[in-house]
């Protein structure tokens, strides 16, 4: 369940840094939860975790820890116990009435919080009613830090209310100790990572003595109290009630350990209700607003809020992602980012949705955030989305910078961001700069295991010399880093030939596991096909073909294939879409080589069969879904930036297509099974 939950959490930006981790953590995820489950009870040692350093708007940083795949299960497996222990009457009947923020799904759910958009709809809804009640004045205030500042002491106390066993607590609390700590020389006691959902939970259940407490006071006094994880509003009829409870939560704070943030803290007279909410449910546009307008619209709607200094930057976020990305409106979207740096993400999503080659404004933009110290998070992930669609000359540019960044580095120790540091080797090695002497001595001076797992994974998707993703492989397979190891392994998977394996026994054992099921070190019992049991992981049928007389030769191919998309199918729609897509290309030219009835085909031209009469009178189903999903993969932003037949921009395949993508596997490979 924990797992599940891993790959559940709506939140992309943390899942972002894992999700070809995860895949290949599940290619043998059963093996690989009961080995884990071994080392917990024996004594569990943490991997090392890493920051990463996001802008807040206030210009200072939100700090992310990033955790090894098997921490986050485990780490996510007390918070799973936690949740259960929590759901006693006395919270539960708080949940869309009070509290409003990380509401526990329940049990038996995948996921492991309800809709956070439901959950803020209530949340204004409920200060709005009690307005319209008569409590016209408010407090407004949320914690400064509050993840960051979570005393182990308080919280081991509060874990034995929700009746944790002590064995349980110590081992919960040394993780949290070892996870948040700057270095493993110095314990500080206090925090919770941030980025992972499962400390959603650990904060409910310390700001829970808020609740508690204000409960108390409502016995005694009439006001009204909302909470949004940390965000707190007070409301009442009188201005002085609001003051003495606000006066009484501050105290409550100090004594828990937590300080309001005094510069957003206000008690006033409600004018405009409008004013003290995010109405995030408003619709952006008129119901009559025609689709090619939308972009237009969207833009002058931002320049005159910017004109008004208007402070709703959910709505700004929201126009922005229909804004046409063009030389019009770059001055626009840089103008929003520089006066709210939080809209980075946003941005990047404009830059990704660019047409063509990126013009010199945006590549001076990225440029200049790639040699200010303070920017690195924003030049990391523009990077990763702009450096395949920048020119060869800029590209070369940024190298040179990249090279004299890293030289300094070396000596000063100031580049600290993880992703940035990344994809500034990656424009050493695409700029020339790297020989595959100076890229292993620098890759294995390299600390930090993050890097050269996601270096990898960037490195397959571009020209990068083979030499140096061979020297890579090598090197991260033997890791003692597992998320390092799984990382190499998938590489592996997809393309065994390529690679020379080491000694299995200095393989981490979660990547032995994906390296076994795969059939590319010794397999055991796994040695009949295992198409039939891969394909039964995506389309939930038992299946029981004879696959490798059938496939001959090319059956290796695409058992590895499959294998591969059992894992995207949980973890990356879009990926799975463009892998079945492959999958289908492989199994198509053995098809129509053994029937010539179905007529001719090119292997790597599977859009050439799609007027095909032939396909469609001997195989219709199967024809229809090798079409459809191939028809879904141009619309992705992993194949075109835009779809080459109507110039819509591509974008991610939304999870909402899945029982579709589903259903015409099943249909069209029962058909396959049939003709072959």
């Not at 005694?220 to 003051?243: C, G, M, P, Q």
């Not at 941005?347 to 200010?372: G, N």
């Not at 796994?526 to 029981?544: A, D, H, P, V």
């Not at 859009?607 to 191939?630: F, Q």
């Amino acid at each position: 369940m924990a797992y599940a939950r891993l790959l559940t959490n709506p939140e992309a930006t943390y899942k972002n840094y894992f999700r070809n981790i995860y895949a290949t953590y599940g290619m043998a995820k059963d093996n690989n939860i009961h080995n884990l489950s071994k080392k917990i009870k024996s004594g569990y040692v943490p991997e090392q975790s890493f920051k990463v350093y996001v802008p807040k708007p206030n210009g200072l940083n939100r700090m992310y820890t990033l955790m090894g795949v098997e921490d986050q299960i485990v780490y996510q497996a007390y918070a799973n116990k936690l949740a259960d222990q929590m759901q006693v009457d006395s919270i539960k009947r708080r949940y869309k009435k009070t509290v409003f923020g990380n509401l526990y799904a329940g049990k038996k759910s995948d996921f492991f919080f309800q809709r956070w958009e439901d959950s803020y709809k209530a949340f204004t809804k409920a200060i709005i009613k009690a307005y319209k009640n008569g409590n016209e004045y408010i407090a407004s205030f949320d914690l400064t830090a509050c993840y960051d500042s979570i005393n182990h002491n308080l919280l081991e106390d509060i874990l034995r209310k929700f009746h944790f066993a002590e064995a349980c607590i110590k081992q919960l609390i040394t993780l949290l100790e070892k996870w948040c700590s700057p270095s493993s020389d110095h314990l500080i006691g206090v925090g919770i990572p941030q980025g992972p959902q499962a400390s959603g939970i650990i904060a409910e259940s310390v700001l829970s003595e808020y609740d508690s407490f204000v409960e108390s006071l409502q016995k005694s006094y009439d006001f009204k109290y909302f909470r949004y994880v940390d965000d707190i509003k007070i409301l009442a009829k009188d201005e002085e009630t609001v003051k003495w409870i606000l006066f009484l939560l501050d105290k409550k704070s100090k004594e828990l350990g937590l300080f309001p943030q005094a510069s957003k803290v206000s008690v006033h007279k409600i004018i405009n209700i409008d004013d003290e909410v995010k109405r995030i449910s408003k619709p952006l546009f008129e119901d009559e607003i025609e689709e090619e307008l939308k972009p237009d619209v969207a833009s002058k709607s931002i320049r005159e809020m910017l004109r008004a200094n208007s402070t709703d930057i959910t709505t700004v976020k929201r126009y922005l992602q229909y804004v046409a990305p063009n030389s019009n409106n770059n001055k626009l979207v840089f103008k929003i980012l520089e006066q709210h740096p939080e809209t980075i993400t946003s941005f990047v999503y404009y830059v990704r949705r660019y047409p063509r080659k990126l013009p010199s404004t945006i590549v001076e933009f990225i440029k200049k955030c790639i040699l200010d110290k303070t920017k690195q998070y924003q030049a990391g992930i523009l990077l990763q989305v702009a450096t395949f669609n920048m020119t060869s000359n800029a590209v070369k540019e940024l190298g040179n910078i990249a090279d004299s960044l890293l030289r300094k580095d070396s000596k000063k120790q100031f580049i600290f961001d993880l992703l940035f540091k990344e994809q500034l080797y990656l424009l050493l090695i695409l700029s020339g700069k790297f020989t595959v002497i100076t890229y292993v001595k620098k890759i294995k001076r390299e600390e930090n295991w993050w890097i050269r797992q996601q270096l990898l994974s960037d490195l397959i998707v571009c020209d990068a010399p083979e030499e140096i993703t061979k020297k890579l492989v090598s090197i991260s397979l033997i890791s003692e880093h597992t998320d390092e190891t799984l990382g190499a392994a998938m590489q592996v998977v997809v393309e065994p030939t390529k690679y020379i394996i080491p000694p299995r026994n200095n393989i981490s054992s979660p990547a032995q596991e994906a390296l076994k099921q795969a059939g590319i070190i010794k397999r055991g019992k796994y040695s009949n096909s295992q198409i039939n049991k891969y394909l039964e992981m995506i389309t939930g049928e038992k299946w029981s073909f004879r696959w490798k007389k059938y496939l001959g030769n090319e059956h290796d191919n695409v058992e590895r294939f499959i294998f591969a998309a059992t894992s995207y199918w949980r973890t990356d729609l879009t990926a799975f879409v463009n892998l079945w897509d492959t999958i289908d290309d492989r199994m198509l030219s053995v098809i129509t080589a053994t029937h010539t009835e179905l007529g001719g085909y090119t292997l790597g031209k599977i859009g050439g069969i799609k007027d095909s009469t032939k396909m469609h009178e001997h195989v219709p189903l199967y024809h229809k879904m090798a079409m459809d999903i191939h028809d879904m993969r141009l619309h992705s932003f992993l194949s075109h930036s835009k779809v080459q037949a109507t110039g819509e921009y591509t974008g991610p395949i939304p999870y909402k297509y899945k029982g579709t993508i589903q259903r015409l596997i099943i249909d069209g490979m029962r058909e396959l099974e049939g003709f072959w």
